[in-house]
């Protein structure tokens, strides 16, 4: 028969104790390192942070567990960004890209055959035996490097007592639930989304931050019927001029929004309704996993709103040996790159001397239409320098490979935001387009050097590409966004 799932949502007015520690000092660098909770520690903390502590003849050890999420979904080393992050999510957008370009491709004088089916377990079985391979890679690198691996997941209650000179938190986040009636019994997360044995089918996404445009981007794109359910903004935190533009290009393309409204509850019916939808997926947000790792115990201070730990710019919390890196510290990016980055300088600082620089670093929001971001974004721009001392260059362009099949004219979007008080310093640069994040990384390293309007409007671009058109830059944009 037929069954699904029923959501009853309501109207949104827009007013308004851990195990005891012993300090035996047998460790010199130990890592609460819950791998696969983490939003911002892939791998790459094995061959950076790891190798960096046993240059100094530093005896490391990790200590790794994946809590299972309520439908029962586990997985390997590697953390969030390899197994339910980053890795993952790439590749079914890549996949849904594909399904786009067989359909340009027939203006380009392909005979494809009308009825294109995609083949979600295939996908999906393609893209599990990939991360499978980078477990068993991370689990040689560190056999290789001599650092000690633990996963502390114990269902026999044995209890075990390390000890090390210093530790570091590195448990990163796990997504958010409603807590209302069917949440985790009905719903998934993104943690169960990327191995579902199954195609989700008529898909309800609950969220608007960044997972959830990308993940109701690449099932619209492989074919599915995708709502998405707004409280309030898209991407909050980004660029709202950019993110509506992204929610324009979405609907434009089939992905509709339900907006000002949130879910309380989660039914399972057996018969047909007009709003019967086959999967709920939340993307509302993710939680630090900071409260239940025994924190208090040793006096580490977190904030009890959110869960973060506030930290030195060391990234020292306030128990001198303890330091914390990653989507749990207070008021820092929540991105891969950043959390390789202070792991490999902290294991420098601690024995030789670098810092992490937190400033102008480049993002890339994987929607349809890919968001590159690096630096202030307009809002904050106004706020730091003052809507006087900003000037906004603006263009709008058309990728010469969309010409051929006549589609998506004029959505392309860049934008640069310039301190004039600092010689039109470039304060933040943000653009909508293929290959966004191929696009801004570039430009992120220019940022970083002081990049001003006029070196831009000298530097000569490539042509046909889309990258040349900030070297054109030309148009200040008409009127204020306040």
């Not at 499978?132 to 056999?143: E, F, K, Q, T």
């Not at 339900?258 to 086959?278: E, G």
């Not at 990016?333 to 030789?352: D, K, M, S």
């Not at 831009?456 to 040349?468: M, Q």
Request: glycine share 10%.
């Amino acid at each position: 028969g037929w069954w699904g799932r029923g959501c009853i949502m309501r109207e949104v007015r827009s007013e308004a104790p851990g195990p005891e520690l012993r300090h035996i000092f047998h460790y010199g660098f130990l890592t609460i390192h819950f791998w696969s909770i983490m939003l911002t520690f892939p791998t790459h903390f094995n061959n950076f942070t790891f190798q960096e502590a046993a240059k100094y003849n530093k005896k490391v050890m990790v200590l790794d567990f994946v809590t299972p999420t309520p439908l029962g979904t586990r997985w390997g080393l590697g953390g969030t960004c390899v197994n339910v992050g980053c890795i993952p999510k790439k590749l079914m957008h890549q996949a849904a890209l594909l399904g786009q370009a067989l359909r340009d491709s027939r203006n380009y004088g392909w005979n494809v055959e009308e009825m294109v089916k995609h083949d979600w377990e295939k996908m999906t079985e393609a893209v599990q035996n990939h991360i499978g391979s980078l477990n068993w890679g991370y689990r040689v690198a560190l056999r290789e490097k001599k650092v000690t691996y633990e996963n502390t997941t114990n269902n026999k209650g044995k209890e075990k007592i390390y000890s090390a000179e210093k530790f570091l938190i590195a448990t990163g986040e796990r997504p958010r639930y409603l807590d209302i009636p069917g949440d985790k019994e009905y719903c998934i997360s993104s943690d169960d989304l990327f191995s579902l044995p199954y195609c989700p089918g008529k898909t309800l996404v609950v969220g608007a931050s960044y997972v959830a445009l990308e993940c109701a981007g690449f099932l619209a794109g492989i074919g599915l019927d995708v709502t998405v359910m707004v409280r309030s903004i898209l991407l909050r935190g980004f660029d709202q001029d950019m993110a509506n533009k992204i929610g324009e290009h979405m609907e434009e393309h089939g992905v509709k929004f339900i907006k000002q409204f949130v879910p309380i509850k989660v039914i399972f019916l057996l018969t047909v309704t007009i709003y019967l939808i086959f999967q709920v997926l939340l993307a509302i947000g993710r939680d630090a996993c900071t409260r239940k790792i025994g924190l208090e115990t040793v006096g580490v201070k977190i904030n009890e709103k959110t869960g973060k730990i506030p930290v030195t710019d060391e990234e020292q919390t306030n128990v001198p040996y303890i330091y914390a890196i990653g989507d749990i510290l207070e008021g820092k990016l929540e991105l891969t790159p950043v959390a390789i980055q202070a792991g490999r300088l902290l294991a420098q600082r601690l024995y030789g001397g670098s810092t992490c620089d937190y400033e102008n670093v480049p993002t890339t929001v994987f929607t349809p239409l890919e968001y590159g971001a690096c630096g202030l974004s307009e809002e904050n721009a106004v706020e730091k320098f003052g809507e006087e001392n900003i000037e906004v260059y603006h263009s709008y362009f058309w990728p010469l490979e969309w010409t051929i099949p006549s589609r998506d004219n004029n959505k392309c979007y860049a934008k640069i935001i310039c301190n004039i008080k600092d010689n039109e310093r470039v304060v933040g640069f943000h653009v909508l387009g293929p290959n966004a994040g191929e696009v801004t990384q570039g430009f992120a390293a220019a940022l970083k050097c002081g990049l001003t309007k006029q070196q831009l409007d000298s530097t000569i671009g490539i042509h046909p590409v889309c990258a040349e058109v900030v070297s054109e830059m030309s148009a200040l944009r008409p009127g204020r966004m306040f």
